[in-house]
């Protein structure tokens, strides 16, 4: 049971261009909406995070924009730069109980 | 954030041996988990390890195989036993620090299994 979609799988977007990233979630328990970065060889880290009380979260390049309604949030990075590229991953949990429903990942390439 | 280490950080093994895994954070945290990421694939996650009683082990996941132990508030164990090519994967530790009420998740480094 996949209770985290994502999409897309991949993504190519020219240096300076907006990256988007989609997921969507099945359980309405979930109040905990992270997104982790991974380069290879690399463990996840946490980039930004948001829970169900906001709409919109920025953090520097990158915001969350979340959707209660629709059950789904998504990733923008603006301006994107050729360090962007990595691999992301949208995530859920219930609150405090710390276990993370991880998505399927996006490989994103920033061209220059 | 809590600075993770895990131990190897890469291994080669043979079928139906067993390795154990360390993982060593520089703070007391207040949940430990171990999670497994199969190559080119997303993560999952296997257990919470629990201070000083037994593991909690997700669907499809299994003591026998995956035993761990956590002693303390900064160390933890994952042990595959009785490797087959299909363990072949990176196992992650994932902690949660004092401040776990935020929800904030922190991954080691990995540690990357090759099952020959």
């Known amino acids: 049971q996949q209770q985290v979609k994502q999409s897309p799988q991949s993504l190519i977007v020219q240096k300076g261009g907006i990256s988007i990233i989609n997921c969507a979630y099945e359980?309405?328990?979930?109040?905990?909406f992270p997104w982790y970065q991974q380069f290879p060889g690399k463990g996840p880290a946490l980039l930004i995070a948001i829970r169900p009380d906001v709409s919109e979260k920025k953090e520097g390049r990158f915001t969350i924009s979340f959707n209660k309604s629709a059950k789904q949030f998504s990733l923008h990075i603006m301006d994107s730069q050729p360090g962007d590229s990595a691999t992301y991953f949208c995530a859920a949990s219930k609150r405090n109980t710390g276990k993370l429903i991880f998505g399927q990942g996006t490989t994103l390439q920033v061209k220059p | 954030s809590a600075v993770i280490s895990q131990k190897p950080s890469r291994d080669i093994c043979q079928r139906g041996t067993s390795l154990t895994i360390q993982c060593q954070v520089d703070?007391?945290?207040?949940?430990m988990f171990w999670y497994r990421q199969q190559p080119g694939q997303s993560l999952t996650l296997i257990a919470t390890?629990?201070?000083?009683?037994?593991?909690?082990?997700e669907s499809g996941f299994v003591i026998d195989k995956f035993p761990i132990s956590r002693p303390n508030l900064t160390f933890s164990t994952l042990t595959v036993s009785n490797m087959s090519p299909e363990d072949s994967s990176i196992y992650l530790c994932?902690?949660?620090?004092?401040?776990?009420?935020?929800?904030?998740?922190?991954f080691g480094e990995g540690s990357r299994l090759t099952v020959l």
């Open positions: 994932s902690v949660g620090t004092g401040v776990f009420r935020s929800g904030e998740l922190f």
């Open positions: 359980n309405t328990a979930f109040d905990y």
């Open positions: 390890a629990n201070q000083g009683s037994e593991a909690t082990y």
């Open positions: 703070s007391q945290v207040t949940m």
